[in-house]
């Protein structure tokens, strides 16, 4: 069975996201020391879950950054535009983009169909309100935090959806010269 693995770039107090077009200008600026690790989560999938509010801002970002082989994030964009993506939306009928179907259904269960199929494991990078969902269906199998010694004292906490604590195992840490440290974490 496929697993569905989050990554995130969060601040050091657990906020995904801060400012009203969800700036995160405060992640890019350790790219090259933690490249290795982004790419090599990125080979281990073959399918990019996203949400709708995400995805017409974020499918269009990769496609332009992908069309720019001198710019550093262009290896990451490769993946990004060859890897299937299934957008999650009440309201799209069909995909406006390539590489990419609509999932209508309800959530639980089209994750769910899309982890018994064969290929490799299923990512998500982001999209708060969707990310939220995910876990509070429990469907994410593990965790990658990539925590930035950064404190933004307000955006999005990725976990704000959950009605209880959700307790995780840490599978793995990273530390980084740059003082970024990457949590592997899995359901307990």
């Known amino acids: 069975m496929r697993k569905l693995k989050l990554q995130m770039q969060i601040s050091m107090d657990g906020f995904v996201a801060a400012g009203p077009h ?3 200008h405060w992640v890019t600026w350790a790219w090259e020391e933690i490249r290795p690790q982004v790419l090599e989560l990125a080979d281990s999938s073959d399918t990019i879950l996203i949400g709708r509010k995400l995805a017409v801002d974020y499918i269009p ?11 550093p994030m262009y290896e990451v964009a490769q ?19 390539r590489n990419t179907t609509v999932a209508n259904g309800e959530l639980a269960a089209e994750v769910n169909r899309l982890k ?4 490799k494991d299923l990512i998500v990078y982001g999209g ?7 876990l509070k269906e429990n469907l994410i199998d593990e965790y990658y935090f990539f925590v930035n010694p ?4 307000h955006g999005d906490p990725v976990f704000s959806g959950l009605a209880d604590f959700r307790q995780l195992t840490l599978k793995d840490s990273v530390r980084y010269d740059c003082g970024i440290v990457l949590m592997h974490y899995a359901p307990r």
């Open 150 to 153: 950064v404190a933004l004292g």
């Open 61 to 71: 970002y990769w496609e332009e950054v992908f069309t720019r082989p001198e710019d």
């Open 22 to 24: 969800d700036e995160q």
């Open 79 to 97: 993946r990004i535009v060859a890897m299937q993506k299934v957008v999650f939306s009440k309201t799209l009928e069909r995909s406006i983009w």
């Open 128 to 134: 708060t309100s969707f990310v939220s969902d995910l």
């Open 116 to 119: 018994q199929q064969p290929g």
